[in-house]
């Protein structure tokens, strides 16, 4: 790949992170109150606010997917070894939560709209939860490290990497203690980071 071509691409992948940011905290911020308001969770998983939600979770991890390469290919030169390990980290917890949205748009929805039933048995799944929590866990780490080796190399938005990092440790704790209030303000914190650090990725490329 010519220079030229590598700076577009790397510009193209900073675009797709800032629209990532964008999308968490609007996806958050309007959709999440509306989907956790349906009580019945067979309900909730055949209404169409969780079908948009959840459609626009895939497009949010899609665009970090890119976003991560970005991050990761402006800074390679000074990346190191914990920034590769970072990077992998981070690529694979965006391919796992990529998974995790594709199934619950196109798999839980039609289990619950054919069979709530065995939505029921498939939520006390132990296996299934492990997949599912396993899979945010891994994303949440790789963008923790990715943002670590950020502000390592000092090529990229400290503060857009200071606010990933926040956001990340954030949501565990604000949303047991204030619920959707919580993860909304977590998020909001998260994506301001993803806007913050995509730009720098676009500019600096």
């Known amino acids: 790949m010519s220079q030229g071509r590598r700076d577009s691409f790397i510009k193209y992948c900073g675009a797709a992170l800032q629209l990532g940011g964008v999308l968490l905290i609007l996806v958050n911020t309007l959709l999440t ?30 665009f970090l997917l890119f976003g991560c390469i970005g991050v990761y290919l402006s800074q390679r030169a000074t ?10 980290t981070a690529f694979v917890g965006n391919c796992l939560l990529l998974s995790i949205e594709w199934s619950n748009v196109f798999v839980l929805r039609a289990v619950a709209q054919s069979a709530p039933q ?79 650090l995509g730009r720098s990725v676009a500019t600096e490329s």
Do not use: C, H, K
């Open 33 to 62: 109150p509306m989907m956790t308001a349906i009580q019945d969770e067979a309900a909730m998983r055949t209404s169409d606010v969780y079908l948009l939600r959840l459609s626009l979770a895939w497009l949010t991890a899609l």
């Open 118 to 196: 065995a939505l029921e048995a498939l939520d006390s799944t132990q296996l299934l939860n492990i997949g599912f929590v396993s899979g945010a866990a891994v994303f949440a780490l790789g963008w923790l490290l990715l943002a670590i080796s950020v502000l390592v190399s000092r090529l990229l938005s400290r503060w857009g990497a200071i606010a990933i990092i926040s956001g990340m440790l954030l949501v565990p704790v604000l949303a047991p203690v204030m619920g959707t209030a919580g993860m909304i303000a977590a998020n909001w914190v998260l994506g301001i980071g993803y806007i913050l």
């Open 79 to 88: 990346a190191g070894v914990f920034g590769t390990l970072a990077f992998v």
